[in-house]
């Protein structure tokens, strides 16, 4: 995979769990992921963020008990953290000078083919604007039939509509393995995945458990929507800099598909 800093266009997924920690924001991580995206810019890379967390930091704010949270108190979790969320990034990037923007989106906004264009329109302005988006699910309205579901999904989608040539899901393990590495000690790992033939699909069923709330099945979906429209996709692990800790290039540790 090309160096990060040569990317035209770059969307980035970040977890809740990178984000967020027992309800309160990793403002030290997030600080350090706002420097990252500096260096990107000043390099001329446009770059789109897709970042959970709202529900995590609402439902910190709320002290709302572990566990499953029914749709509505799920929604109003959302509606507390969404405003903490944004505010967080505007805080973090706004020091390097650069502009933050709000975009809340949902299933719908990529199926239904005129807010598709009005999605793409206002995202292609930002970015000639010099913005950077901070893009998220929209999950204070959508339920189940109009959920994405998980940002590897939207992050994907967000990159077909951006048209970007490079995404990164920034994950809590460095990239795809044969099995579970946490359970299985013979585990792999892919340096790089040619093609997701249907033996890859079946070591994401084993590889999925407990590594994200989407697993490794969501990131081959990602991966097959984003390299469908030719824009290529790494998984690695988020606890790392993208750029300072790697001189610019895409970090050894991941896997490029």
Known sequence: MASLSEARRLVVKIGSSLLVQNGRLRVDWLRALAEDVAHLKSSGTDVVLVSSGSIALGRGALDMPAGELALEQSQAAAAVGQIRLARAYEEALAPHGITTAQVLVT???????????????????????????????????????????????????????????????????????????????????????????????????????????????????????????????????????????????????????
């Open 107 to 257: 299933l719908e906004d990529s199926t239904d083919r005129r807010r598709y264009l009005n999605s793409r329109a206002t995202l292609e302005q930002l970015l000639a604007l010099g913005v950077v988006p901070i893009v998220n699910e929209n999950d204070t309205v959508a339920t189940d039939e109009i959920r994405y579901g998980d940002n590897d999904r939207l992050a994907a989608q967000i990159a077909v509509t951006v048209g970007a040539d490079q995404l990164i899901l920034l994950s809590d393990v460095d990239g795809f393995y044969s099995g579970n590495p946490k359970s299985d000690p013979s585990a792999h790992r892919f340096d790089q995945i040619d093609a997701i033939t249907p033996e890859i699909e079946a070591m994401a069923e084993d590889a999925g458990t407990g590594l994200s709330k989407g697993g490794m099945k969501t990131k081959l979906w990602a991966a097959k929507t984003a390299t469908r429209a030719g824009c290529t996709m790494a998984i690695t692990q988020g606890a790392m800099n993208l750029i300072r800790s790697t001189g610019s290039m895409f970090p050894p540790t991941a896997s490029a598909v």
